[in-house]
Structure formats: structure tokens, C-alpha cells
């Protein structure tokens, strides 16, 4: 559908009375984002949609059949109930802020959605994020398990490299324990095809031959052109089934012989640290993972759907939830 993210906008923004509350509802209902039936957990009828001025979200779920309640009161449930937005006191019109805004990579820093209203906290924010990335790591783990994270073939070739994530710190300030100066090795396989770009980011403990090769074998093809720097534990490549072909970097960044450069994921990482970096995702090993899936899930699912980022995220969300 043409326009997802401006038919988004120009639901979210503007003054929120009950009607624009109604509309988005009635928008995240029709693409499954929250539920349109609900039953009673006391009788098991289906529950009926009622207006609410006192609740944050101006209606909820209420069965009035009393007769047959155990302890004859009314049951009432929220309109989140079982989606992404359960437990969260944000309203739906931020939530949906945020999530064109996290789909988009537009202004994620904290201290600018704190100033656009969007939460009021920190933590809140960073309980937001966490929501969905769990979205966004299921739906990789999903295409990993279809076994279609490979990459290779006859006309997409792979760079690969490692490079080190480290935390850095803010003037200065903060812990300086050695768990905190501790490289944090990636090793990356960026799949190149025309204007394609689909990496594969892995967080590894060293650099040998023994953690990289299997990653190797596991998501490239055999056959493929794999083009790299002249480490050691690369040396097998060409025994093991693959096109392999090297630049000495100590002597140019492009080999004379062959032309071949590793140039494209060179410049895949400063673009990947500097998205992390940004967002603080370095800290911890944990956190740096999720940061690294997500990256692959921009790559490799945002930008084939058809309406974009946008779009694959509230498909996952439905899928999830």
C-alpha cells in the first residue's frame, strides 16, 4: 500500500479527541495490530468495544452479562490486550510516533524524543526499544531457521572483515573496568550484488580460524567469490570450495593483479558503528548483538517489503503478538 507512512502521520498528528483516538484503533485493528475480538475470561462471551473517557486509550473491552459471573461484577479489559502496546501507560499515538520514527532510524536519541513528547523517561524509552527489537530479532531468527540468510551464488560476491566494537566513553566519565576496555570483535559478510547490499554480523570472542570458517560455511555458498584481507585463517577459503580472493592492505587497497578491494564492507562499518554508536549499543555484549540483528534486519527484510521498513515492522509486530 503506497503512502503507509504519510497515511501514519496524518493519523498521528494533530489534536486527539475520542474520534482520532477511534480512527487509530480502528487502523491498527484492520492490520491486526490489536485485537478485534476478545472474550470474557469469567462467562467466555465475546466481550463488546465501549467508550471510556477516564481510560488513557478512551475505550476498552467490558462484559456486562452479570447472571453469569461468579461474583457478579462487571469484567472489563484494556484495548491493548495480548498486543505490543500491553502494560505500557504511553498512549497509542506516541507509541505510533515512535515506531515510524524507529523503522525510519529518524531522531532515536533519547534526549529528542524526551523534547517531542513522545515519553517522559528514560527508562521508558529504553522499555520501548527493547519491544522492538525483540520484534525485529524474531523476525530474523524466523528467516535463519527457512534457511535463507545464505549469501553467495553466481552473481553476488562476498566481502568479509573483522573489526573491533568497543565502548567509548562520554568525557571521560564512567566505569573504566577492564570488561569495559575488552575488545569486542564482529565479523561481518557483506553480500554485494549491483546497488544490494545484505550483511551477516557476528559477534565473536577471537579471530581464528576455528569461530570464522564455520560461520563461513554456514551462510555463504559454495562457489561464491569471497574477497578479503590476507589474515591467516582466510587461507582455506580456496580449499574449501570458494573463489578467494585477497588485497594486501599494508601495500595498497586495491590489488593490481586482480582489482580486487574490500572497500564495500569497509565502508559498511562506519556506517554500522555509527548507527550503534549513537544509540549507546556497544555496552554491554548482549546489547550489542540485538543492535547487530537489527542492522541485518534493515538489510535483509525492511527495505525488500514493499512499503518499506514501515511496513515489515508492523508485519513482524502482528506476527509476534
Known amino acids: 500500500m503506497p503512502g503507509l507512512a504519510s497515511e501514519l502521520r496524518t493519523l498521528v498528528e494533530g489534536r486527539r479527541g475520542i474520534k482520532t483516538t477511534k480512527k487509530l484503533i480502528t487502523w491498527l485493528q484492520k492490520r491486526e495490530l490489536l485485537m478485534k475480538k476478545v472474550k470474557c475470561k469469567l462467562c467466555n462471551h465475546k466481550m463488546k468495544l465501549e467508550d471510556n473517557i477516564a481510560c488513557l486509550d478512551k475505550c476498552e473491552w467490558v462484559c456486562r452479562r452479570r447472571a453469569k459471573h461468579e461474583d457478579r461484577k462487571v469484567t472489563r479489559r484494556s484495548i491493548r490486550h495480548h498486543s505490543l502496546f500491553s502494560r505500557s501507560k504511553v498512549c497509542l499515538f506516541n507509541w ?5 520514527r524507529f523503522a525510519q532510524g529518524l531522531r532515536l536519541r533519547q534526549v529528542d524524543l524526551i523534547s517531542d513528547d513522545i515519553a517522559g523517561s528514560s527508562k521508558t524509552l529504553t522499555s520501548m526499544s527493547k519491544r522492538l527489537r525483540k520484534v525485529c530479532i524474531a523476525a530474523i ?5 527457512r534457511g535463507g540468510q545464505r549469501l553467495g551464488g553466481r552473481r553476488e560476491f562476498v566481502a568479509i572483515d573483522e573489526s573491533h566494537f568497543r565502548h567509548k566513553r562520554k568525557y571521560q566519565r564512567g566505569r573504566v573496568a577492564p570488561t569495559w576496555r575488552r575488545r569486542k570483535w564482529v565479523f561481518g559478510m557483506l553480500g554485494v550484488r549491483d546497488k544490494r547490499r545484505r550483511p551477516v554480523l557476528c559477534l565473536v570472542p577471537q579471530r581464528s580460524r576455528q569461530e570464522l570458517i564455520p560461520i563461513i560455511l554456514k551462510h555463504v555458498r559454495r562457489g561464491t567469490s569471497i574477497l578479503s584481507d590476507e589474515w591467516r585463517p582466510y587461507r582455506v577459503l580456496n580449499v574449501l570450495g570458494y573463489k578467494h580472493y585477497t588485497v594486501n592492505h599494508s601495500v ?7 582489482g580486487c578491494h574490500t572497500q564495500h ?7 554500522y558503528k555509527e548507527t550503534i554508536g549513537r544509540q ?4 554491554t555484549e548482549e546489547l550489542l548483538t540485538q543492535h547487530l540483528t537489527l542492522i ?19 508485519h513482524d ?4 503478538h
Open 280 to 283: 549507546r549499543g556497544n555496552r
Open 265 to 271: 564492507i569497509e565502508r559498511a562499518w562506519r556506517t
Open 141 to 145: 531468527e524466523r528467516l535463519r531457521r
Open 96 to 100: 505510533m510516533r515512535f515506531i515510524h
Open 317 to 320: 509486530i502482528k506476527m509476534y
Open 252 to 258: 595498497s587497497f586495491v590489488n593490481d593483479t586482480n
Open 296 to 314: 541485518e534486519w534493515t538489510e535483509w527484510l525492511g527495505r525488500k517489503h514493499r512499503n518499506g521498513p514501515l511496513g515489515r515492522l508492523l
